[in-house]
């Protein structure tokens, strides 16, 4: 199967922005629809944004307008671009096939605080 490994997440000042990336160990982004999800502490999984095959892209309404979902199938790598982050974005972020997944991979943490 492919590997999903995520990084790019940190700390950092509501306001500020951050890049996740997504790197797989095959050729996944061409074959399928990709997205990011995030878990914050006590919540559910949610999928907060989307691209298919076609590049079309979707966003959660909480995240609309200040987040990017992107991709390099070339490089099999996915980007999530993340501005104005508030504190609500907290959370564990991962990216999987959408819009349904499974096999997690570790996730990258995001933290929004002053």
């Known amino acids: 199967q492919v590997q999903l490994v995520e990084s790019g997440g940190g700390l950092v000042q509501p306001g500020g922005s951050l890049r996740l990336s997504c790197a797989a160990s095959g050729t996944i982004f061409s074959i399928y629809a990709m997205g990011w999800y995030r878990q914050a502490p006590g919540k559910q999984r949610e999928l907060v944004a989307t691209i298919t095959r076609r590049s079309s892209t979707n966003y959660a309404d909480s995240v609309k307008g200040r987040f990017t979902i992107s991709r390099d199938n070339a490089k099999n790598t996915m980007y999530l671009q993340m501005n104005s982050l508030k504190p609500e974005d907290t959370a564990v972020y991962y990216c999987?096939?959408?819009?349904?997944?499974?096999?997690w991979g570790q996730g990258t943490q995001v933290t929004v605080s002053s």
């Open positions: 999987n096939t959408a819009p349904s997944a499974k096999d």
